[in-house]
């Protein structure tokens, strides 16, 4: 089974900063990669998707890359905001038909 | 655009009673994916459905069990429930006939609270 750990548990960092999310699998062959956010009690909100034939996906301040031969993707976060407070999650899937999530990381942006 | 339906958003029931949640994927979308999420957990996937057909099955219950029917939509039929049944719910689609070029997309998750 794929097991898929995310570095930081948590982290607080003041509003502007830069950042970086890290995820790692113990299988690295991933065929597609997603990076999630959720509010608390609230759903999953699909940040970036990295395909198969893919090694890194941008949206707006965030950037997303896997790195296959390793097994592991980083989620950078640029200028930091308030708003970006939120627990953030990556899934990883194989040839299967279903993802793996990871642990999560927690994310406070201090004003 | 339209997204993934869950029904209800809330439910509380108690022990031993049967529970049903509802999810609607995106139109066009032919798989359907559930997940369960307990409290301070990640998301552990229980069962999918490409085509109305069970696809792959995790670490859900013998006490559980789902179908997707012909409009696509699914239910989880969730019988003698437990204490430890109490999670969020999420359900989510994609498109298997395109691949997955599109990922998951996930509903908004029904919150099953068993007292």
């Known amino acids: 089974k794929q097991e898929v750990t995310q570095i930081p548990a948590a982290l607080s960092v003041p509003e502007g900063e830069n950042l970086v999310l890290n995820c790692s699998f113990t299988d690295s062959a991933i065929y597609n990669l997603q990076w999630f956010r959720q509010d608390p009690g609230k759903g999953l909100t699909s940040l970036l998707l990295?395909?198969?034939?893919?090694r890194e996906q941008t949206s707006g301040r965030l950037n997303a890359s896997l790195d296959k031969s390793s097994g592991r993707s980083t989620l950078y976060i640029a200028a930091s905001q308030p708003g970006d407070s939120a627990t953030y999650l990556c899934?990883?899937?194989?040839?299967?038909?279903?993802?793996?999530f990871g642990t999560g990381t927690s994310l406070t942006v201090i004003p | 655009a339209a997204g993934v339906i869950q029904s209800p958003r809330h439910l509380i029931k108690e022990k031993r009673e049967t529970a049903t949640l509802k999810c609607y994927p995106i139109?066009?979308?032919?798989?359907v994916y559930w997940y369960q999420q307990g409290p301070g957990q990640d998301p552990q996937f229980l069962i999918s459905f490409y085509e109305k057909m069970q696809s792959d099955k995790g670490s859900i219950p013998d006490r559980f069990s789902a179908q997707q029917f012909s409009d696509y939509h699914s239910e989880l039929n969730m019988s003698s429930l437990e204490l430890g049944d109490s999670a969020l719910y999420f359900c989510?689609?994609?498109?298997?006939?395109?691949?997955?070029?599109?990922?998951?997309?996930f509903g908004s998750g029904t919150r099953l609270t068993v007292v």
């Open positions: 990295i395909q198969s034939s893919q």
């Open positions: 989510a689609s994609s498109n298997q006939g395109v691949g997955w070029a599109g990922g998951y997309t």
């Open positions: 899934a990883g899937a194989n040839t299967g038909n279903q993802f793996y």
């Open positions: 139109p066009r979308h032919d798989t």
